[in-house]
């Protein structure tokens, strides 16, 4: 059952278009609304009814945050991606739990040697790997300002794998700042779409803050928006302190798109793809 509904001419000139009205899309928008207000009033009583039992109350409020966060909505995202979010590639990466991560905006060609030499030379940090030890020291540096510029970085995939190395550049000091960049390393003669061929893809953002991520509320960084600025970051600090890598753009290699991230923070990118040339073990011989 719908009823037509008259509306301003289109902006280009021409007839008057008219939207259709649909009880269905209306009941849908409400119910979509009406659940929000609820669970955030749902929360709400959680909160406050937790003081009136006491300290208890608030050891369950915890314990509830904790389940939802690291057990109940991970669990969902898993099974919702699964059947929705397409396992091959398409310029971004994957958290663990299926949401679609950053985007892919930076390719290498060269050997691992290379790569990471370069990027040492720029002062490029490796990031530590994630472990028990590794994740409370983040903790409680995060926590008192303290620096630590070797911090591991929250594993991402993409070829349905982890990242094989990180590397990152603390800012100031804080460990809740920093520049930082992912790195797989491609399938054997796998090509990007449209036929080019790399040794390495990458996903460089810059940390802003520590905050509660938006689709599942787990503690981690929040980015900055505008990930091109990290991008062209990346590739003038290597370039400055390796004067030989060279540069190849692929212009409109995705479509540039607003979007989030894994975490609910926007994104956005112009779809441009560099590749930088770091070069190879036997060029590197050849030329000594």
Do not use: C
């Amino acid at each position: 059952m719908s009823s037509e509904q008259n509306v301003a001419p289109p902006a280009h000139g021409g007839a008057p278009t008219r939207r259709r009205f649909s009880v269905t899309t209306a009941l849908d928008h409400f119910f979509f609304v009406y659940a929000g207000v609820a669970a955030v009033w749902l929360a709400w009583l959680i909160f406050t009814e937790s003081f009136h039992i006491g300290w208890f109350g608030i050891l369950f409020g915890v314990i509830f945050w904790a389940t939802l966060a690291y057990l109940a909505l991970p669990r969902l995202h898993r099974i919702l991606t699964t059947i929705y979010v397409p396992d091959y590639f398409i310029g971004r990466t994957r958290t663990s739990d299926g949401l679609l991560g950053d985007p892919v905006n930076l390719a290498v060609r060269g050997g691992e040697a290379e790569l990471r030499r370069a990027l040492e030379r720029a002062g490029w940090i490796p990031a530590d790997a994630v472990t028990l030890s590794s994740s409370w020291r983040i903790i409680t540096s995060t926590v008192t300002r303290r620096s630590y510029d070797r911090a591991p970085v929250s594993p991402l995939m993409l070829f349905s794998r982890v990242q094989d190395f990180a590397y990152q550049q603390e800012v100031a000091g804080n460990p809740a700042k920093r520049h930082h960049v992912r790195f797989w390393r491609t399938p054997d003669g796998w090509l990007l779409p449209g036929g080019a061929r790399v040794d390495w893809l990458a996903a460089g953002t810059f940390d802003r803050a520590v905050g509660l991520s938006l689709f599942t509320l787990q503690v981690t960084h929040k980015i900055d928006a505008d990930t091109d600025v990290e991008r062209d970051h990346i590739i003038a600090s290597v370039r400055a302190s390796n004067p030989a890598v060279g540069l190849e753009t692929l212009r409109d290699f995705a479509t540039g798109y607003h979007s989030r991230n894994g975490g609910g923070d926007s994104i956005r990118t112009d779809g441009d793809l560099p590749i930088l040339e770091v070069g190879y073990p036997e060029q590197n011989s050849a030329t000594s």
